[in-house]
């Protein structure tokens, strides 16, 4: 990657720093990252403030945010910059593993074969996961700009789904149930070994593992129409993050651990790996799953779906009061003072970044306010999720006037009315 391009030099460690291919765009969104901590360090600390604006802290305060309002626009280019490169990647990964786990079936067989001999249903199961296995490097190469063979279960905010990766898990299982069967009935002797086949298709045998089918696809249905309507009707906040991570399908869209997500990816997964085992045990028939473990399938889907219907919220204002230095006298609110907005939902999970922290807005009567940022050691002391500290500027007229927090979601608060005096 030398050369003229601004790519690695001597002393580097070689490393790429073109910023134009992925490792270029890695190193440059790492080293865009230390560059913003270091820059609200001093700011945190004090450092960096220009002389000149020493004698006014509104102005300081002002002239910070400002600063590292564009640092974290230039920050979250060098992500979007490392974020685009992404889908390749995953691409390559993914088939790699795809093929890799056809290999390793492969050779399975063949250990398991010495001294049984080779029979037509490790022809099967190896037919069958090497059919999956193309149809998932057609679907990578026809969707390669958006994750390729993943591109199924990422959502709208370009984080994994859990309810569709469960529901692509049955499917895949289910497939590669059916396509053994087939093979196997391709390559059957006489009538009644066709007819000992298709008994395993009987739904007396197969109907648990159907049923589980049916749960998934459900659930996975119900979750996006419940998640989407709440988007519009601005019940829920949702900010796409840069790019889908492993942790999505355990955790919620701030990246915390959440218990209905995990269990139901959890238990779904126990699922279809006792399925898969019951269907190398018994290649002839579909897996026969029991009904006690259909019924909890069902109770943890039921889980995941209250879980969704419940998340999140509108933000709300509960109190708007003045911003009281230590030392200052009990007065009313007036322009050019400080107000702290108090109430809940101010900081969308996700919406964590610097760049999204800084697209917060308040609306004071009919004038955009942006939400300054104030550094502390390690991160922002404002805006938090259930604070807010704004100037109240010079050209709101005094009076009744409505407050309004307008998140980086985009969703609004209900009015809040404060007596503005002169």
Same mark, same amino acid.
């Given at each position: 990657?030398? =050369?003229?391009?601004?790519?690695?030099?001597?002393?580097?460690?070689?490393? &790429?720093? &073109?910023?134009? &291919?992925?490792?270029?765009?890695?190193?440059?969104?790492?080293?865009?990252?230390?560059?913003?901590?270091?820059?609200?360090?001093?700011?945190?600390?004090?450092? =960096?403030?220009?002389?000149?604006?020493?004698?006014?802290?509104?102005?300081?305060?002002?002239?910070?945010?400002?600063?590292?309002?564009?640092?974290?626009?230039?920050?979250?280019?060098?992500?979007?910059?490392?974020?685009?490169?992404?889908?390749?990647?995953?691409?390559?990964?993914?088939?790699?593993?795809?093929?890799?786990?056809?290999?390793?079936?492969?050779?399975?067989?063949?250990?398991?074969?010495?001294?049984?001999?080779?029979?037509?249903?490790?022809?099967?199961?190896?037919?069958?996961?090497?059919?999956?296995?193309?149809?998932?490097? %057609?679907?990578?190469?026809?969707?390669?700009?958006?994750?390729?063979?993943?591109?199924?279960?990422?959502?709208?905010?370009?984080?994994?789904?859990?309810?569709?990766?469960?529901?692509?898990?049955?499917?895949?299982?289910?497939?590669?149930?059916?396509?053994?069967?087939?093979?196997?009935?391709?390559?059957?002797?006489?009538?009644?070994?066709?007819?000992?086949?298709?008994?395993?298709?009987?739904?007396?045998?197969?109907?648990?593992?159907?049923?589980?089918?049916?749960?998934? &696809?459900?659930?996975?249905?119900?979750?996006?129409?419940?998640?989407?309507?709440?988007?519009?009707?601005?019940?829920?906040?949702?900010?796409?993050?840069?790019?889908?991570?492993?942790?999505?399908?355990?955790?919620?869209?701030?990246?915390?651990?959440?218990?209905?997500?995990?269990?139901?990816?959890?238990? /779904?997964?126990?699922?279809?790996?006792?399925?898969?085992?019951?269907?190398?045990? /018994?290649?002839?028939?579909?897996?026969?799953?029991?009904?006690?473990?259909?019924?909890?399938?069902?109770? *943890?889907?039921?889980?995941?779906?209250?879980?969704?219907?419940?998340?999140?919220?509108?933000?709300?204002?509960? *109190?708007?009061?003045? *911003?009281?230095?230590?030392?200052?006298?009990?007065?009313?609110?007036?322009?050019?003072?400080?107000?702290?907005?108090?109430?809940?939902?101010?900081?969308?999970?996700?919406? +964590?970044?610097?760049?999204?922290?800084?697209?917060? %807005?308040?609306?004071?009567?009919?004038?955009?306010?942006?939400?300054?940022? %104030?550094?502390?050691?390690? =991160?922002?002391? /404002?805006?938090?999720?259930?604070?807010?500290?704004?100037?109240?500027?010079?050209?709101?007229?005094? =009076?009744?006037?409505?407050?309004?927090?307008?998140?980086?979601?985009?969703?609004?608060?209900? +009015?809040?009315?404060?007596?503005?005096?002169?």
């Amino acid at each position: 990657m030398g =050369g003229p391009g601004g790519g690695g030099r001597p002393g580097d460690g070689g490393v &790429c720093r &073109c910023g134009r &291919c992925p490792h270029g765009a890695r190193e440059g969104h790492r080293q865009a990252v230390a560059a913003f901590a270091a820059l609200r360090e001093d700011f945190a600390a004090g450092r =960096g403030v220009p002389a000149g604006l020493a004698h006014s802290a509104g102005a300081a305060r002002q002239w910070v945010s400002d600063e590292l309002t564009l640092s974290a626009r230039a920050l979250a280019e060098r992500a979007a910059a490392e974020g685009a490169g992404w889908p390749a990647a995953v691409q390559g990964r993914t088939l790699l593993a795809v093929w890799a786990a056809v290999v390793a079936l492969l050779l399975g067989q063949a250990l398991t074969a010495i001294g049984t001999g080779w029979t037509t249903s490790r022809t099967a199961g190896l037919t069958a996961a090497v059919v999956l296995a193309l149809g998932a490097t %057609v679907a990578a190469w026809r969707h390669r700009a958006h994750g390729g063979a993943l591109a199924p279960v990422i959502g709208e905010d370009r984080r994994f789904s859990t309810s569709r990766a469960v529901a692509a898990g049955w499917v895949l299982a289910v497939l590669y149930a059916v396509l053994m069967l087939a093979v196997q009935l391709a390559a059957a002797s006489g009538p009644r070994q066709r007819r000992r086949l298709l008994s395993g298709l009987e739904l007396h045998s197969s109907g648990g593992l159907l049923s589980l089918l049916a749960v998934g &696809c459900g659930v996975a249905v119900l979750a996006y129409g419940l998640t989407a309507g709440r988007i519009r009707s601005g019940r829920v906040q949702k900010v796409p993050a840069e790019r889908p991570r492993a942790a999505d399908l355990l955790a919620d869209d701030a990246g915390r651990g959440s218990l209905t997500d995990a269990q139901y990816a959890l238990l /779904n997964a126990s699922l279809l790996a006792l399925t898969l085992v019951r269907l190398a045990t /018994n290649p002839g028939q579909l897996p026969s799953v029991p009904w006690g473990l259909v019924i909890l399938a069902v109770l *943890s889907g039921v889980t995941y779906l209250a879980g969704k219907s419940v998340a999140g919220g509108r933000p709300v204002i509960l *109190s708007v009061v003045r *911003s009281r230095e230590v030392g200052d006298l009990a007065a009313p609110i007036r322009t050019g003072d400080d107000i702290e907005i108090r109430g809940t939902g101010f900081v969308p999970p996700g919406a +964590g970044a610097p760049d999204r922290l800084a697209r917060t %807005v308040v609306r004071i009567g009919a004038v955009h306010v942006p939400v300054p940022l %104030v550094p502390v050691a390690g =991160g922002f002391a /404002n805006p938090t999720d259930g604070v807010l500290t704004v100037p109240v500027p010079v050209d709101v007229e005094p =009076g009744t006037v409505e407050v309004r927090v307008i998140t980086a979601a985009g969703v609004e608060t209900a +009015g809040y009315r404060i007596d503005v005096r002169d």
